[in-house]
Structure formats: structure tokens, C-alpha cells
């Protein structure tokens, strides 16, 4: 079946630092992936996306690359900021079969950013 | 253009009973799905529903069952309330179900069960 494995958190950073969440999933044929934010008492806003192998998604200083060669998708960002402490989700699509059109996430990574 | 719109935000129920969870979806967006989330579990699938017919089912108890109306606007209904059902209910619309385009998402229901 399809899943999405994300590195274990809680993640704490100083202002300014880089980041790194990993993620990496199981899957047949070519999924849609994606990263969501969550901030507190909130739902998931869509961070970025990439819908085939080499796609690098990017948005509010925030990247991911789609490696089909090595299953992962793991979001990166140069420099954090306060604001950007929030939960984030790796998530993937089927894009055929019966799954098709359900999301599968990742458990989750809390991330708090000190000013 | 508004977002998707849940309804209502917090619910505080009882073992027993049953609750009614609503979604109105972005508009032109046709596809609506439910997830369930809670601490222990994370983030899982319950159905997606297009054209008012369920379209795709997850793991859950025939307690759990939903619809949508023809204006794409989607209820959820959970019977027979267990202490285990409490979790923050999300819904996510697209614009249809044969897409590899993003689901968007509400804020959710946080549904309490005492």
C-alpha cells in the first residue's frame, strides 16, 4: 500500500537557521506530492506541490524536489523564521487505482523556531 | 474567493449520540473529502464523494457515513458516538476527483466526545 515516512520531531531552531524535514514514501505508479503547513487550531494550508519525478515545488522561501530514484521529497528552507514554527505533513496522491484521490500523509513535524 | 467552510468549528457530544459535521466547498470545486485527525492516528481518509455519490471509502466503521448535495456542499454523520471518535474533523475539496491537483482544506470540526 501506499505510505509516507517523515522525520521524527520535534524539530527547534534558531532564527535564521536552514531546514531540513524529511520525507520519503512507498508508492506504485507515479503520485502527486505535496507539503502542507498547520498552524495551531487551524486546518492544513497546501505549502507546495510537485506532480511528476524532478518537479522541485517552491513557495514562501520553502522548496522540495520529487526524486523518484530515491522515493523522497524532503522540504528545505534557507532561512526560518518565527512564524514559520507550525506542524508539517508530507503527503502524497494516487493518481490511479483504487486509492485514487485519497490523500496519505505523513505523521507529522512539529517545528518551533526561537527568535 | 472564499475558502471551504466548516461547520461548526467545535462540538461537544456525548457516547450515544450522533453528530452532523457540514462542508461547504471552494466554489467550483465538486470534489469533497473527509479526514480524520487525531493525536495517536494522525491524519486518515474517510470518503470522498463527487457528483453526489461516494467515490472513495477508508478504514472506518459503517458508523461513520456522509453526502453530498448537488450544489457539492458535503455532511458528514458519525451514529452511535464512542469516546475514541473524538479528533478534528477536516474537509477538503477540489475540483474534481480524476485530478493530480491539491485538495484545500477547512479549518475542521473539533469533535469532543465526553
Known amino acids: 500500500g501506499n505510505s509516507v515516512t517523515q522525520m521524527e520531531g520535534p524539530v527547534t531552531l534558531s532564527e535564521e537557521a536552514f531546514l531540513t524535514i524529511n520525507c520519503t514514501y512507498t508508492a506504485t505508479g507515479y503520485p502527486s506530492l505535496f507539503w502542507y503547513v498547520q498552524y495551531p487550531g487551524e486546518g492544513l494550508q497546501l505549502l507546495l506541490k510537485a506532480t511528476k519525478a524532478d518537479d522541485k515545488g517552491s513557495n514562501k522561501g520553502f522548496e522540495a524536489t520529487y526524486r523518484k530514484e530515491t522515493t523522497s521529497f524532503h522540504l528545505e528552507k534557507g532561512s526560518v523564521q518565527v512564524s514559520d514554527s507550525a506542524v508539517y505533513f508530507c503527503a502524497l496522491l494516487r493518481t490511479s487505482g483504487t486509492s485514487y484521490g485519497k490523500l496519505t500523509f505523513g505523521q507529522g513535524t512539529i517545528l518551533t523556531v526561537h527568535p | 474567493k472564499a475558502g471551504v467552510t466548516q461547520t461548526p468549528r467545535y462540538l461537544i457530544k456525548t457516547r450515544g449520540q450522533q453528530v452532523t459535521l457540514s462542508c461547504s466547498p471552494i466554489?467550483?470545486?465538486?470534489?469533497v473529502s473527509w479526514y480524520q485527525q487525531t493525536p495517536g492516528q494522525g491524519l486518515q481518509f474517510l470518503f470522498e464523494?463527487?457528483?453526489?455519490?461516494?467515490?472513495n471509502k477508508g478504514n472506518f466503521p459503517g458508523r461513520f457515513s456522509g453526502r453530498q448535495f448537488s450544489n457539492s456542499r458535503s455532511e458528514m454523520n458519525v451514529s452511535t458516538l464512542e469516546l475514541g471518535d473524538s479528533a478534528l474533523y477536516l474537509c477538503a475539496t477540489r475540483v474534481g476527483p480524476y485530478s493530480n491537483q491539491p485538495q484545500h482544506f477547512g479549518d475542521g470540526t473539533r469533535l469532543s466526545i465526553l
Open positions: 466554489s467550483g470545486h465538486r470534489s
Open positions: 464523494y463527487f457528483s453526489e455519490t461516494q467515490r
